[in-house]
């Protein structure tokens, strides 16, 4: 059974570095993309980024090219989603999502990790 | 790259159909056959409903359904069930020079 389990809720202040993960099991890690959604308390998603594990080939989009660091380790089947400074506006929910076999269907999700940011 | 849109809401009665509209570009949905399909229950991970326009993923039910016109794709839901009232979002490829990916603005979905 193909599976995604993030790394559970954060709280930090400003300023300060997180990093998050999303494992996956179940299938081989190394053969699909992995991308990143973010979803602000009630509001829509938006596409982040994605990351190949096998090369570790990495998308953002220009939104959050800059903000954000999306990698792999694919020895432990994990990417993971790091920001080096948090801002209030980072809070939100995120979650990964494998790219199945075609080019925009995401196909399995992990259950979402909440980050909240406030002094 | 700005949001596809689709309308805020839609609502229909038990056994109705409704469709959800999302409109892009010649640069995202008209250019390539890759609009995916999301249902979202409140505090939930989205789940895929369609991909490449009109393609079901197995367990997904066939009262689903997908297709495009130009810059718009569309998804209908066909004999409308409680358990679909949900916000849907759909998404498309844009091409490997910009965003790549662009969702919809989402639809939430009504059942009365």
């Known amino acids: 059974e193909v599976q995604l389990v993030q790394s559970g809720a954060e709280v930090k202040k400003p300023g300060e570095s997180l990093k998050i993960s999303c494992k996956g099991s179940?299938?081989?890690?190394?053969?699909?993309?992995i991308g990143w959604v973010r979803q602000m308390p009630g509001k829509g998603l938006e596409w982040m980024g994605i990351?190949?594990?096998?090369?570790?080939?990495?998308r953002y989009s220009p939104s959050f090219q800059g903000q954000v660091t999306i990698s792999a380790d694919k020895s432990i089947s994990t990417a993971y989603l790091q920001w080096s400074s948090l801002k209030a506006s980072d809070t939100a929910m995120y979650y990964c999502?494998?790219?199945?076999?075609?080019?925009?269907?995401?196909?399995?999700w992990g259950q979402g990790t909440l980050v909240t940011v406030s002094s | 790259q700005s949001a596809l849109t689709q309308p805020r809401s839609v609502s229909g009665s038990p056994g109705q159909s409704v469709t959800i509209s999302c409109t892009g570009t010649?640069?995202?949905?008209?250019?390539?056959?890759?609009v995916s399909w999301y249902q979202q229950h409140p505090g939930k991970a989205p789940k895929l409903m369609i991909y490449?326009?009109?393609k079901r993923p197995s367990g997904v039910p066939d009262r689903f359904s997908g297709s495009k016109s130009g810059n718009t794709a569309s998804l209908t839901i066909s004999g409308l069930q409680a358990e679909d009232e949900a916000d849907y979002y759909c998404?498309?490829?844009?091409?490997?020079?910009?965003?790549?990916?662009?969702f919809g603005t989402g639809t939430k979905v009504t059942v009365l």
């Open positions: 999502a494998r790219r199945g076999i075609g080019l925009a269907d995401f196909d399995y």
């Open positions: 179940g299938y081989s890690f190394t053969s699909y993309w």
């Open positions: 990351i190949y594990p096998g090369d570790s080939d990495t």
């Open positions: 010649s640069s995202d949905v008209g250019g390539y056959n890759y």
């Open positions: 490449d326009v009109s």
């Open positions: 998404c498309s490829y844009a091409g490997s020079y910009t965003s790549l990916y662009v």
